[in-house]
DNA sequence: GCCAACGTTGGC
DNA sequence: GCCAACGTTGGC
């Protein structure tokens, strides 16, 4: 079971909107970079831990839990003509993005920021703080534990 | 395969 | 809105 940080702009799709989706699961689609892709594709599998983190926002940082129901699958939005996510040179033979299934479990008792996170030396090692751009990430055992509990200190 | 130009991300 | 960092594209 390994652990990821999943970054979302709550402008487009926050944790709330996953929260409150009827089925209590959405799709995690239109990853469109490489890396984040074969995260994605080769990696990610059901019942792996997820941190949700905001960007693009007023405050940015992690801001909740979600588990993936469904490893890395074809993302359907880049066979469709009509999606933004649309990749021409995508086909079913050979498809080019992959999305992941999730499922909300819980919103962190406050936002842990990403000022917090730079500022704490045992997260001197988390992708977050030298791969800033990558919008699937990993993340350890410990880090993971560690921002959970930074979360319920309150700080 | 290199590299310049360009586009995008994302913190502030 | 600005700007730095990074990713992608395409000519050669």
């Known amino acids: ?5 999943l970054k979302t702009e709550p402008d487009e799709y926050s944790l709330e ?3 409150s989706e009827p089925s209590g699961q959405a799709r995690w689609d239109g990853i469109r970079n490489y890396q984040a892709r ?8 059901a019942g792996d831990q997820v941190l949700i983190y905001h960007s693009q926002c007023r405050q940015v940082g992690v801001v909740g839990q979600a588990e993936v129901v469904r490893g890395g699958y074809p993302d359907p939005a880049q ?3 009509d999606s933004h996510y649309y990749d021409a040179k995508a086909s079913a ?5 992959y999305c992941i299934d999730i ?3 819980a919103a ?7 000022a917090e996170i ?6 001197d090692d988390m992708v977050l703080r030298r791969q800033g751009r990558l919008s699937v990430q990993p993340v350890t055992r410990a880090q993971w534990q560690h921002i959970l509990s930074m979360a319920k200190r309150g700080q």
């Open 118 to 123: 730079k500022r704490e030396p045992q997260l």
């Open 103 to 105: 499922r909300f479990v």
């Open 93 to 97: 033979d050979a498809p080019r993005w």
């Open 38 to 45: 074969n995260l994605l594709r080769d990696a990610v599998a």
């Open 17 to 19: 909107h996953l929260r």
């Open 1 to 5: 079971m390994n652990y990821w940080l």
């Open 79 to 81: 066979f469709d003509p």
């Open 108 to 114: 962190l008792p406050r936002t842990v920021t990403l």
